[in-house]
């Protein structure tokens, strides 16, 4: 194939190719965009077109950037001519716009960064140049503060992206290789710092950025919310910090050394404490701890003297918040007579007996005492007290129950509540087996349903139920029109031929054949609304679990093969696969980010 290149051409004299691919029209918008980029830089990428004998030219490839040069009033463009077999001009016209592949965001930091260092251009001449706005610039500019093995992740299309990527970059460079070094500290080869290691493409389905986000998170106190000047800020060694998502038109400098920001607002607060003003203390809810005899004002009342206003600082936000209030009438005193009104007195906070770590501490140690002692039950447990153990277990704290049929409005007990008062009236199990049935089925019927919905449906578990409970003898004859019009034709077709019926022309006569053939009196259920159709599935899902178990095995430390595995033996493996088979459909799917960005360079 040769092209002859053609320095000079009137975009208006080109002909449109009536076979051109691209037919839905694209957005004016990015019409203009890339217009204002060909005035900017000139055509980059000409187009390819074909010479007839009376020497008119059709555009084979590139008609967009034709359009746009029109719009930008180039006067002449440059152009590729082509003689190839005009056979191919179809697929060239479709690769052209099929085959075609943006720059990494890293790629694109980089040329922005060399523009800056080499050509020494300025941001709006950048922004002008590529047709990206100032704030997409400020994105890119997120990626120099990026641990370089994030900078890889993100190449390959998994990398984090929006709040995550702004909350990681904020963290400090030795921060994120400690955290990074954290995450994958099993996965690195013996003798290599984990701290460098590179992610693979399949890596991206374990990653989760949200939560090296949350490991690398630091409250941020904004210059906007503070009661204090830059002079009281220098007095307190306050560096402030420029935060790059902020919105226009605000204080957008923010720090995260809370303990001067909270010295520096406390400082202020006494400085300018008005006439009627005391500082009290705030819960933990961020509310005001008024004086005993104090009660708040509300918005609606109206102002009245002695009215005193609460200033104190909030226990998350370091805010500065007021708070008016009012006493309550003077107590008089019986001795004397005199009205005495209890002082505004900033009560200090008693110090628990035992810190929260202290109670997250003996929260874990009873969590394993627990653990352990349910192990060793497990082989000789009494059924009545497994049936009550699972009671306790459904009216967990942690558990929610969706599409409860038993809680019909929000004050009402559920089934659970009535049989864990009933068993357990003192807090030891009464051992009535027929209260114990009774209990127990009503809770599960109260849980178990077959909705089809991710959300609300009980999944497979509710079909085995079915299943253990004989449940099939008790569904109706579905062979009604109200059903059979769910079907389309080809099921209503699979349905005829499963009794032996012939197909017919149109739905409706299929529908009227299958229901004269089951009759008034007959009984008719597809085998897809059956219960036993559920064995097949959870057996197929708990082999897939123990696959993906058996793999996460097999390559555990690095592949290398261990007498102790976080996952455990093999009946373990089988075991956690049985336990675990009804979260979800036994297959791990992961949507991988789109690390695309708006291409740099001129689309066709």
Partial sequence: MTMELREAVDPKTLHVNPDNPRKAAVPVEEDRRLALNIKSVGLIHPPLVREAEDGTLTIIAGHRRVRC??????????????????????????????????????????????????????????????????????????????????????????????????????????????VWAEIWAESAGEGTDPAEYRMMVDDGQYMAWDDMARALSTDEFYARDARFDDAMARKHGIIWEEDLFGEGGQDNRYTRDARAYASAQREVMEADLPPNGDIVPADDYGYPTLPENGFPVQSWQDPQDGDRVAVYLHPVTLKVCEKAFRLRAPVQDAASGNGLSTPIVEKPRERADISGTGLKMIGEIRTQALHQALDGAAGAVDPWDLVGALLLALGCGNVTVKNDTSHTSYHQPTARDNALAALFPEGHLVRDPALLRHHAMTVVRSIANCDVS????????????????????????MANEEFLKTYSKPGITKALKVEGLAELQTGKLMRAALMNHVGEGGHWVPDAAGFATALEQWTQKLDRRRGIIGWMNDHADGGEETEETDIGSEADANANADAVAGEGDGVVETALPNAAAPEMAQAA
């Fill in 454 to 477: 991710p959300y609300d449906g009980s999944g497979p578990q509710a079909l085995l139920l079915g299943v253990l409970f004989g449940a099939d003898s008790y569904m109706p004859n």
């Fill in 69 to 178: 040069a029109i719009m930008a009033k180039q006067k002449a463009i440059p152009v590729f001519v082509t003689s190839a077999d005009e056979a191919l001009d179809a697929l060239v016209a479709a690769s052209e716009n099929m085959v075609r592949q943006g720059m990494s965001e890293p790629d694109q930091w980089r040329a922005v960064s060399r523009m800056r260092s080499e050509q020494d251009m300025k941001d709006n001449a950048i922004c002008r140049a590529l047709m990206v706005t100032p704030a997409y610039l400020k994105r890119l500019d997120l990626l120099a503060h990026l641990h370089p093995p994030i900078l890889d992740a993100i190449e390959l299309g998994i990398g984090p992206d929006g709040v995550d990527r702004k909350a990681i970059a904020k963290a400090p460079p030795e921060e994120q290789a400690r």
